[in-house]
């Protein structure tokens, strides 16, 4: 019989069973997405980061935090305007517990990280209002695939992050663009999920690009063209060349949805190795639907790591309990890894510890 | 008893033999380091392209090869200006015949590959008679390091590889300032080797920067700023981060004799790990002398794929009978790579056969 893990599973629990049956006992390989775009700029939009300009360096911030267990493009780590630390610091310590590689991808970026990085040829994203938000999408996405291709063959499977403020706005975009309803069902980084904002900008952007809802349901790279982000295009060529050879698991929220979208419409077939591995705190958010948006697109199951930070010693992180933040930079997909690759001795306990005396080293906490 | 290989031993026979035997049946991981030198645009210097302009696309024009079995950046592949094409086909079929992952790695480029490639923070490099020839050394060769490190964790072990026209000159420089004897000993991928023409390039540039022979021997990373080239600060960073945990077969001629003193000055202890891997026509060229070089640095062992081309029905293979080329792109490391990995089932014979298909195909002979 097998140790039972701290997942959960939030939705087609015997598919989510098997698929994480797969990963026991295997060795993984993280990598990391990241890119920016001006979306994250529109006031109110997004919590990565204080002020509308720190976005540009949460994710070459995260990315370092990953590589190097500190950032360098920032003093300090990434944090909410609250002072409510990147999710980051989870993924790190899972990854840290299993000792799994992590390679850093770029989609396209203001700021470069101090670490090495897979160039992917992107651009960073323009505001979605203007309706042209992000350029060379299928290159990106073919160039993604080889480095899907190449890094699939050494690993047993993969799991794929994102670090990308404003995020759930672009992935509101794509999936209205491509006919999914997602209004009102995207996550946020914030307690209040200001939905009205991000509707508001995805209807600028299709009627700025000439489209409506559902105008672009098979056309995904125009949909990531006009209305998504620079992160969509690695990501989804990245799964696309990994997973038509191994299992790829998406660590991530709502954000998933649309490159799932985004995958279905171009290559389906791979979707039968395919998860979305997200946290609790998402699945279980009152404010976002994730089953909802993912039920109109495909099967594959969502597994939840069933994280609890609530007996945290520290304010930052019992935070995460009350809906702050909640996911990115693959932070639930880690964790499911992290329990996953070791049957189940690495508990969300072992990993809260792991995931405080981070804490403590970073934030100067005691 | 262990099948014999179509590999030579050119020094240090028993460690060789010893290392050779722990990479048969395993996985490699192959990496590419690519960069250019204004150096390659002295006249005279390189064959790497037809006009001094070419060799800024040779090093992405043989990535490409690699990653997408064509190049995308130039027509045809490259090739010296008697139409003798790059080693880049043999290191190709060699994988190909295995199925290795390949990556990528700039130290710096003037045109970038269209396809994905690590970024390592370096910039092209300049002319070594100015002596001042490579920035960011030392942040280049942490963020290898670094890449290094994620790279080796699921691989059994790494080939480095390079491609860089001017590659030998730039190795002179590094070499002499470190105290080297290298005069007259580095090789050329043409059949006159214009060692006058070396020797007088770095006497300029160690002029010029206000050394001399010798007085960079504990400096190598002044030595490489000053007289080197950006494809050596990427390639010590990734051996030295991947040697640490895993083998790794420095693939290519005597460029490599200048990585390596690099390496013996900054972290001596990771060499264990490591071999060269060449071919047959470097390590028995009349007009270069590895060993000689090799001998005053480290006990490193030189293997050499014993490769033959006189029996191929192309001029533009035979060609490399007759000293054109000799190694590049890592075709030696490669070709042993493919013999040990299948334990001996790939001979040169079999890899004769598997470039000579894909002559025919890439330059549309018969």
């Given at each position: 019989m097998n140790t039972s893990l701290d997942v959960l599973f939030a939705s087609n629990k015997p598919k989510g069973e098997a698929f994480l049956d797969e990963l026991r006992g295997k060795k993984p390989l993280f990598v990391c997405t990241i890119a920016t775009t001006e979306?994250?700029?529109?006031?109110?939009?997004?919590?990565?980061?204080?002020?509308?300009?720190f976005t540009d360096y949460t994710p070459p911030a995260d990315a370092e935090l990953l590589l190097l267990g500190r950032c360098k493009c920032i003093k300090g780590v990434p944090v909410t305007p609250d002072g409510i630390p990147t999710p980051a610091l989870i993924t790190m310590s899972a990854l840290q517990l299993v000792d799994a590689p992590v390679l850093i991808a770029s989609g396209g970026l203001k700021v470069k990280p101090q670490i090495p990085f897979l160039d992917l040829g992107g651009s960073p994203g323009r505001d979605i209002r203007k309706g042209d938000a992000v350029d060379n999408v299928s290159e990106v996405i073919e160039k993604a695939t080889l480095a899907g291709q190449q890094l699939a063959k050494h690993s047993d499977y993969m799991i794929i992050g994102e670090s990308i403020p404003g995020g759930t706005t672009t992935a509101l975009g794509v999936l209205s663009a491509m006919g999914i309803y997602a209004k009102g069902k995207v996550s946020s980084s914030m307690p209040e999920n200001p939905h009205d904002l991000k509707n508001a900008a995805v209807l600028e952007g299709l009627t700025a690009a000439g489209e409506r809802f559902g105008s672009l349901s098979s056309n995904p790279v125009r949909a990531i063209s006009c209305l998504g982000d620079p992160m969509m295009p690695a990501f989804a060529g990245l799964l696309i060349g990994a997973a038509s050879q191994i299992p790829v698991l998406m660590g991530g929220g709502t954000q998933m949805t649309a490159v799932l979208a985004v995958v279905n419409a171009l290559k389906s077939d791979v979707l039968c190795n395919v998860a979305i591995g997200t946290t609790k705190w998402v699945a279980d958010d009152n404010s976002s639907d994730i089953r909802g948006i993912v039920s109109q697109i495909s099967d594959v199951p969502i597994l939840a790591a069933d994280l609890n930070f609530g007996g945290s010693k520290f304010d930052g992180l019992k935070a995460y309990e009350k809906g702050v933040v909640k996911e990115g930079v693959g932070a639930g997909g880690a964790a499911i890894t992290a329990m996953a690759a070791t049957e189940g001795a690495i508990t969300r306990d072992i990993l809260l510890r792991k995931i405080e005396n981070n804490y403590a080293l970073l934030m100067g906490a005691k």
């Amino acid at each position: 019989m097998n140790t039972s893990l701290d997942v959960l599973f939030a939705s087609n629990k015997p598919k989510g069973e098997a698929f994480l049956d797969e990963l026991r006992g295997k060795k993984p390989l993280f990598v990391c997405t990241i890119a920016t775009t001006e979306t994250a700029k529109i006031s109110g939009i997004s919590a990565a980061g204080k002020y509308p300009e720190f976005t540009d360096y949460t994710p070459p911030a995260d990315a370092e935090l990953l590589l190097l267990g500190r950032c360098k493009c920032i003093k300090g780590v990434p944090v909410t305007p609250d002072g409510i630390p990147t999710p980051a610091l989870i993924t790190m310590s899972a990854l840290q517990l299993v000792d799994a590689p992590v390679l850093i991808a770029s989609g396209g970026l203001k700021v470069k990280p101090q670490i090495p990085f897979l160039d992917l040829g992107g651009s960073p994203g323009r505001d979605i209002r203007k309706g042209d938000a992000v350029d060379n999408v299928s290159e990106v996405i073919e160039k993604a695939t080889l480095a899907g291709q190449q890094l699939a063959k050494h690993s047993d499977y993969m799991i794929i992050g994102e670090s990308i403020p404003g995020g759930t706005t672009t992935a509101l975009g794509v999936l209205s663009a491509m006919g999914i309803y997602a209004k009102g069902k995207v996550s946020s980084s914030m307690p209040e999920n200001p939905h009205d904002l991000k509707n508001a900008a995805v209807l600028e952007g299709l009627t700025a690009a000439g489209e409506r809802f559902g105008s672009l349901s098979s056309n995904p790279v125009r949909a990531i063209s006009c209305l998504g982000d620079p992160m969509m295009p690695a990501f989804a060529g990245l799964l696309i060349g990994a997973a038509s050879q191994i299992p790829v698991l998406m660590g991530g929220g709502t954000q998933m949805t649309a490159v799932l979208a985004v995958v279905n419409a171009l290559k389906s077939d791979v979707l039968c190795n395919v998860a979305i591995g997200t946290t609790k705190w998402v699945a279980d958010d009152n404010s976002s639907d994730i089953r909802g948006i993912v039920s109109q697109i495909s099967d594959v199951p969502i597994l939840a790591a069933d994280l609890n930070f609530g007996g945290s010693k520290f304010d930052g992180l019992k935070a995460y309990e009350k809906g702050v933040v909640k996911e990115g930079v693959g932070a639930g997909g880690a964790a499911i890894t992290a329990m996953a690759a070791t049957e189940g001795a690495i508990t969300r306990d072992i990993l809260l510890r792991k995931i405080e005396n981070n804490y403590a080293l970073l934030m100067g906490a005691k």
